[in-house]
């Protein structure tokens, strides 16, 4: 738990446990270790690119390196065990060591077996099994071995393994065999069946036997590993012309082997800026993220307020005519949207047809609608013949427009092309023109120029939010004002509004070089790569089309699936200007605040602060769909479906995580370190503090083991200063590692609007995680668990299975769990103080602040012990990865319950079912007792062992030191930051 002056020795309670639990293991016989003789081990190797085995290794011996920049050396062993075991090890004895910064090998268990040789080419190197946790290799202290924890192995089972070096956290998300790792050289002695080394099969009659498998649960919520969304819209029809992947960065066009292609934004479709619907349900729900259009879809359900929403646009010329496709977002009835192309040039801008209220440059308009196609002569007016064909794909929501040659013939030129969507009126034949308000049939938000088009493609310059104008707010009021009236491209659509509210789409077009399509010419030039990027990604969920309001998430949300419910979904992300760190990038989860989109913070200098930092950082922001949602359900699992496919499309060094957020988005930032701890190295939150007792969705305990930041104003109106003193003494008496920072003369959004996060970015660093902490507290909640998003918190670290015993008497549980098996004593808390001091930079000036904080010291080492204990609160069952946890399966166990509990350790294939009290459990011997409670019984049945009186004589002593430090233990028991936990009255 955490640390502090006080918990730096075991609590009397905990040394009687220790006491009892060596009379009962005196008392009993303990399985001891073998030779495993009669193993098969057999050896192969790869080599991935051109490295080789240096001179010297020894013939039939292991070479595994790393090197920055060099070629990283894997290889692969096969292992065979004459008989059933609880425990097995491989032991390596190392020929030749250089270390360089630090070494990390795992052990990889592959699928498949392989033929033995050197420098193999690469593609023939057998699968890894991604279920099965990898083993990381301990070096010895002398550095002559490096050992394995290879966990229970059935009589007879083979087991094919490969050796590599790789990150230091490799059961991250993303975690991949091919990432490059710290510098180290390490040449082994050939393997031979010695190296097997396997512990017998302890009696079963100790606790309930199962068969032993690995218990190492994936980090964070499944859907963080869930495979690659397929979504129709991004897909190409099998058979047609297309070929190329799409973009998926907004804002930008290619050239990919014959096709052109241009990228729109999403949920962009606002139109002109006019005159305001005032019953429009997007401007309402994003108070610091307004539309520079507002143009309001017809309240129709068929439109789903996305109906013309431009996700694609491509062309490609063919031997008879050019073919055009255009994707869109949304698509329930064709007959209602359509979109108009502009072809070719004109001396003078020209009204493009069908009552669109453009114009642009043009020689030609093809104006599409359901499966209908007319080519007009932009110069005259006239209807062309040939007519264009069109082919609707309502499953991709694609339009596939062929204009024949006859009609207009492109050659190899450079062609002026432009295009626009809207929605149709069937009975009258044109576009649906918008009026005030919106109704049933009717769009609303009109402009002056009545523009009929809600979106409009090549979009190259959309402008990003001003924040030298937001710094010119201070206080939340001003700053609301201001995002309404003057900061309008939160949804990069500025500069469409703009033209559409003019009426002259002249800038707004490509030129499409037709003699690179028919050279087919690859360039993604113009696909931006760093600085700020939209994202478009398929979602892992889905629950409809479009936007629907109806959907929207209020404030600390139950369930909520929130309004943009499209299988389609929108992201930003900040890539450095700097070349990639060698491990990959570190990445930043950032989260927006209530009313904001996943723009909130583009053109601000918070995210190139944060990206800069360290080695270097990628920052993305969800839209997660709604403004609101408070990460909850969906919207907490789109920050995860995101983050997977950031992992899909950039190398990360996912052991340098960190989550920060403002306002809600700060809410959110201490409620996924306290849902997810092991995914984050620290958190930083701003406008908001972090709560406890399920207080907003938050609790305490999972911030153990996660350094966080904190800042906020004084006069903040959702947190005020009784709150913020209140937060402080709570983390200080929980022994947290923290900084809070008070600015006494900023509200809300000051800080937002000061725009400087400098040092914030610089206390964040390159901060790592810990991924087996000695201590773990952690609160369940089966309130914010959600199945159907797979977002169900039920794991932390090496503790997995977590399960609530009563949620109709309290829906909450918790669990701290000690390993001794660390060899570590807890760190004390060094550094607590409050300073005074002055922030400069950013557009508000110098802002002063009090700030509070406290460390940890460095733990210092203690023997090691073979020993765990666990207090659980409500729940009724736990499951115990011993070997991240540094146990072995002849552990003893103290557990600490109120109520019926069972603990199961299936490495070891052992599970204990525990009454209400203290019950110390041995998981090699074949004894259980229980204190405060009544002995299990023949379920742990106690036996005799070869010392029966030193048994004895250890739990008198034992017994007796429980019932002379009741007081005592009372009183340490109120310095663990777990006794809100066990004695919480909420």
Same mark, same amino acid.
């Given at each position: 738990?955490?640390?502090?002056?006080?918990?730096?020795?075991?609590?009397?309670?905990?040394?009687?446990?220790?006491?009892?639990?060596?009379?009962?293991?005196?008392?009993?016989?303990?399985?001891?270790?073998?030779?495993?003789?009669?193993?098969?081990?057999?050896?192969?190797?790869?080599?991935?690119?051109?490295?080789?085995?240096?001179?010297?290794?020894?013939?039939?011996?292991?070479?595994?390196?790393?090197?920055?920049?060099?070629?990283?050396?894997?290889?692969?062993?096969?292992?065979?065990?004459?008989?059933?075991?609880?425990?097995?090890?491989?032991?390596?004895?190392?020929?030749?060591?250089?270390? $360089?910064?630090?070494?990390?090998?795992?052990?990889?268990?592959?699928?498949?077996?392989?033929?033995?040789?050197?420098?193999?080419?690469?593609?023939?190197?057998?699968?890894?099994?991604?279920?099965?946790?990898?083993?990381?290799?301990?070096?010895?202290?002398?550095?002559?071995?490096?050992?394995?924890?290879?966990?229970?192995?059935?009589?007879?089972?083979?087991?094919?393994?490969? &050796?590599?070096?790789?990150?230091?956290?490799?059961?991250?998300?993303?975690?991949?065999?091919?990432?490059?790792?710290?510098?180290?050289?390490?040449?082994?002695?050939?393997?031979?069946?010695?190296?097997?080394?396997?512990?017998?099969?302890?009696?079963?009659?100790?606790?309930?036997?199962?068969?032993?498998?690995?218990?190492?649960?994936?980090?964070?919520?499944?859907?963080?590993?869930?495979?690659?969304? @397929?979504?129709?819209?991004?897909?190409?029809?099998?058979?047609?012309?297309?070929?190329?992947?799409?973009?998926?960065?907004?804002?930008?066009? %290619?050239?990919?082997?014959?096709?052109?292609?241009? @990228?729109?934004?999403?949920?962009?479709?606002? $139109?002109?800026?006019?005159?305001?619907?005032?019953?429009?349900?997007?401007?309402?729900?994003?108070?610091?993220?307004?539309?520079?259009?507002?143009?309001?879809?017809?309240?129709?359900?068929?439109?789903?307020?996305?109906?013309?929403?431009?996700?694609?646009?491509?062309?490609?010329?063919?031997?008879?005519?050019?073919?055009?496709?255009?994707?869109?977002?949304?698509?329930?009835?064709?007959?209602?949207? %359509?979109?108009?192309? %502009?072809?070719?040039?004109?001396?003078?801008?020209?009204?493009?047809?069908?009552?669109?209220?453009?114009?642009?440059?043009?020689?030609?308009?093809?104006?599409?609608?359901?499966?209908?196609?007319?080519?007009?002569?932009?110069?005259?007016?006239?209807?062309?013949?040939?007519?264009?064909?069109?082919?609707?794909?309502?499953?991709?929501?694609?339009?596939?427009?062929?204009?024949?040659?006859?009609?207009?013939?492109?050659?190899?030129?450079?062609?002026?092309?432009?295009?626009?969507?809207?929605?149709?009126?069937?009975?009258?034949?044109?576009?649906?023109?918008?009026?005030?308000?919106?109704?049933?049939?009717?769009?609303?938000?009109?402009?002056?120029?009545?523009?009929?088009?809600?979106?409009?493609?090549?979009?190259?310059?959309?402008?990003?939010?001003?924040?030298?104008?937001?710094? &010119?707010?201070?206080?939340?009021?001003?700053?609301?004002?201001?995002?309404?009236?003057?900061?309008?491209?939160?949804?990069?659509?500025?500069?469409?509004?703009?033209?559409?509210?003019?009426?002259?789409?002249?800038?707004?077009?490509?030129?499409?070089?037709?003699?690179?399509?028919?050279?087919?010419?690859?360039?993604?030039?113009?696909?931006?790569?760093?600085?700020?990027?939209?994202?478009?990604?398929?979602?892992?969920?889905?629950?409809?089309?479009?936007?629907?309001?109806?959907?929207?998430?209020?404030?600390?949300?139950?369930?909520?699936?929130?309004?943009? #419910?499209?299988?389609?979904?929108?992201?930003?992300?900040?890539?450095?200007?700097?070349?990639?760190?060698?491990?990959?990038?570190?990445?930043?989860?950032?989260?927006?605040?209530?009313?904001?989109?996943?723009?909130?913070?583009?053109?601000?200098?918070?995210?190139?602060?944060?990206?800069?930092?360290?080695?270097?950082?990628?920052?993305?922001?969800?839209?997660?769909?709604?403004?609101?949602?408070?990460?909850?359900?969906?919207?907490?699992?789109?920050?995860?479906?995101?983050?997977?496919?950031?992992?899909?499309?950039?190398?990360?060094?996912?052991?340098?995580?960190?989550?920060?957020?403002?306002?809600?988005?700060?809410?959110?930032?201490?409620?996924?370190?306290?849902?997810?701890?092991?995914?984050?190295?620290?958190?930083?939150?701003?406008?908001? #503090?972090?709560?406890?007792?399920?207080?907003?969705?938050?609790?305490?305990?999972?911030?153990?083991?996660?350094?966080?930041?904190?800042?906020?104003?004084?006069?903040?109106?959702?947190?005020?200063?009784?709150?913020?003193?209140?937060?402080?003494?709570?983390?200080?008496?929980?022994?947290?590692?923290?900084?809070?920072?008070?600015?006494?003369?900023?509200?809300?959004?000051?800080?937002?609007?000061?725009?400087?996060?400098?040092?914030?970015?610089?206390?964040?660093?390159?901060?790592?995680?810990?991924?087996?902490?000695?201590?773990?507290?952690?609160a369940v909640d089966t309130r914010l668990d959600f199945a159907a998003t797979t977002v169900v918190a039920d794991h932390a670290y090496w503790l997995s299975g977590l399960a609530?015993?009563?949620?109709?008497?309290?829906?909450?549980?918790?669990?701290?769990?000690?390993?001794?098996?660390?060899? @570590?004593a807890d760190p004390g808390v060094v550094n607590r103080s409050t300073t005074a001091g002055t922030m400069a930079g950013g557009y508000h000036g110098p802002m002063p602040y009090?700030?509070?904080?406290?460390?940890?010291?460095?733990?210092?080492?203690?023997?090691?012990?073979?020993? &765990?204990?666990?207090?659980?609160?409500?729940?009724?069952?736990?499951?115990?990865?011993?070997?991240?946890?540094?146990?072995?399966?002849?552990?003893?166990?103290?557990?600490?319950?109120?109520?019926?509990?069972?603990?199961?350790?299936?490495?070891?294939?052992?599970?204990?079912?525990?009454?209400?009290?203290?019950?110390?459990?041995?998981?090699?011997?074949?004894?259980?007792?229980?204190?405060?409670?009544?002995?299990?019984?023949?379920?742990?049945?106690?036996?005799?062992?070869?010392?029966?009186?030193?048994?004895?004589?250890?739990?008198?002593?034992?017994?007796?030191?429980?019932?002379?430090?009741?007081?005592?233990?009372?009183?340490?028991?109120?310095?663990?930051?777990?006794?809100?936990?066990?004695?919480?009255?909420?």
């Amino acid at each position: 738990m955490a640390p502090s002056a006080a918990r730096r020795r075991p609590s009397p309670r905990i040394t009687g446990s220790l006491l009892l639990a060596v009379g009962l293991l005196a008392t009993v016989a303990v399985a001891t270790s073998s030779r495993a003789e009669g193993t098969e081990v057999a050896t192969a190797y790869w080599w991935k690119g051109s490295g080789t085995a240096p001179p010297g290794v020894p013939e039939g011996g292991l070479y595994v390196s790393s090197q920055p920049s060099g070629p990283t050396a894997i290889s692969a062993l096969r292992l065979r065990s004459p008989r059933a075991t609880s425990d097995a090890r491989l032991v390596l004895r190392v020929h030749s060591l250089q270390i $360089g910064d630090a070494m990390t090998l795992v052990l990889l268990p592959s699928t498949t077996a392989w033929v033995p040789g050197d420098n193999q080419p690469w593609d023939s190197k057998p699968g890894y099994d991604q279920q099965l946790p990898p083993t990381t290799g301990v070096l010895s202290a002398d550095q002559h071995t490096v050992s394995f924890d290879l966990g229970a192995m059935s009589q007879g089972e083979t087991r094919n393994v490969e &050796l590599l070096p790789t990150r230091a956290y490799s059961t991250q998300p993303g975690f991949s065999p091919d990432a490059p790792s710290q510098t180290f050289d390490v040449s082994f002695e050939p393997v031979t069946a010695d190296s097997l080394v396997l512990a017998a099969r302890a009696p079963a009659a100790v606790v309930t036997s199962t068969a032993a498998h690995s218990v190492t649960q994936r980090p964070g919520p499944d859907i963080l590993y869930a495979p690659e969304a @397929q979504a129709p819209q991004l897909e190409n029809r099998p058979g047609g012309p297309w070929h190329a992947e799409p973009l998926l960065v907004s804002g930008a066009e %290619a050239y990919r082997s014959g096709e052109y292609l241009y @990228q729109g934004f999403l949920y962009d479709d606002h $139109g002109a800026a006019g005159a305001v619907d005032p019953n429009d349900p997007i401007t309402t729900s994003f108070l610091f993220a307004g539309k520079a259009g507002t143009l309001t879809y017809p309240t129709d359900r068929a439109f789903v307020n996305n109906a013309a929403d431009l996700l694609e646009f491509r062309v490609r010329p063919e031997p008879h005519d050019t073919v055009f496709r255009t994707t869109f977002t949304s698509l329930v009835d064709p007959s209602r949207t %359509a979109l108009t192309i %502009a072809l070719g040039s004109s001396p003078t801008a020209l009204a493009w047809p069908a009552s669109a209220g453009v114009s642009s440059p043009a020689q030609l308009f093809v104006t599409v609608h359901g499966d209908t196609a007319t080519v007009v002569d932009a110069a005259t007016g006239k209807t062309g013949s040939p007519g264009a064909t069109v082919q609707v794909d309502t499953e991709r929501h694609q339009y596939e427009v062929h204009v024949p040659h006859a009609v207009w013939d492109p050659g190899t030129t450079v062609q002026r092309v432009a295009i626009g969507a809207g929605l149709w009126d069937v009975a009258a034949g044109h576009y649906l023109v918008p009026g005030a308000t919106a109704t049933a049939t009717a769009p609303g938000g009109a402009a002056p120029s009545h523009a009929a088009l809600f979106d409009v493609g090549f979009r190259f310059a959309e402008p990003m939010p001003d924040w030298s104008r937001m710094g &010119l707010s201070y206080t939340i009021a001003d700053a609301a004002v201001l995002v309404q009236a003057d900061q309008k491209c939160f949804w990069r659509e500025c500069q469409q509004a703009a033209a559409l509210r003019s009426g002259d789409l002249s800038a707004l077009h490509a030129d499409v070089d037709f003699g690179r399509l028919a050279r087919r010419v690859t360039d993604d030039s113009h696909v931006p790569t760093t600085g700020y990027l939209d994202r478009i990604h398929p979602s892992s969920l889905s629950f409809g089309q479009g936007i629907d309001p109806a959907q929207a998430c209020g404030r600390f949300p139950v369930s909520c699936h929130g309004m943009f #419910v499209g299988n389609l979904q929108a992201y930003q992300v900040y890539v450095p200007k700097r070349p990639q760190p060698t491990h990959g990038w570190g990445l930043t989860v950032m989260l927006h605040a209530s009313g904001a989109n996943q723009n909130e913070r583009m053109g601000s200098r918070m995210e190139p602060q944060l990206a800069n930092r360290g080695l270097g950082s990628i920052v993305v922001t969800a839209l997660a769909r709604d403004p609101n949602g408070d990460y909850s359900d969906a919207s907490e699992a789109e920050v995860f479906d995101t983050w997977a496919d950031v992992a899909r499309h950039y190398p990360l060094d996912l052991s340098r995580t960190a989550v920060v957020g403002y306002s809600m988005g700060g809410g959110g930032t201490y409620k996924l370190v306290q849902r997810w701890p092991e995914l984050f190295a620290a958190g930083f939150g701003a406008a908001a #503090v972090p709560f406890d007792d399920g207080w907003q969705g938050q609790w305490f305990p999972g911030m153990l083991n996660v350094p966080m930041l904190t800042w906020i104003g004084n006069e903040d109106e959702g947190s005020g200063n009784n709150v913020q003193l209140i937060q402080i003494h709570d983390m200080e008496l929980y022994g947290f590692r923290f900084v809070l920072r008070q600015f006494p003369t900023s509200d809300h959004l000051t800080i937002a609007t000061n725009d400087d996060y400098a040092e914030g970015a610089a206390w964040l660093g390159d901060r790592r995680i810990d991924p087996d902490p000695q201590r773990i507290s952690f609160a369940v909640d089966t309130r914010l668990d959600f199945a159907a998003t797979t977002v169900v918190a039920d794991h932390a670290y090496w503790l997995s299975g977590l399960a609530v015993r009563d949620r109709t008497k309290d829906p909450a549980g918790a669990v701290e769990a000690h390993s001794l098996g660390f060899g @570590q004593a807890d760190p004390g808390v060094v550094n607590r103080s409050t300073t005074a001091g002055t922030m400069a930079g950013g557009y508000h000036g110098p802002m002063p602040y009090m700030q509070t904080q406290q460390d940890w010291a460095p733990a210092r080492a203690v023997p090691r012990s073979d020993h &765990l204990d666990l207090q659980l609160r409500n729940l009724a069952s736990v499951e115990v990865d011993l070997q991240r946890a540094r146990l072995d399966c002849q552990a003893t166990v103290s557990v600490h319950t109120d109520g019926p509990a069972r603990v199961a350790f299936p490495a070891c294939g052992r599970v204990a079912s525990v009454p209400a009290g203290t019950t110390s459990v041995s998981l090699g011997g074949t004894s259980a007792t229980t204190i405060g409670a009544s002995v299990a019984g023949d379920r742990l049945a106690a036996t005799g062992g070869s010392t029966p009186w030193l048994g004895a004589c250890a739990l008198l002593v034992g017994l007796l030191r429980w019932r002379s430090v009741g007081r005592q233990a009372s009183a340490d028991q109120d310095r663990w930051p777990f006794r809100n936990l066990l004695s919480s009255s909420r």
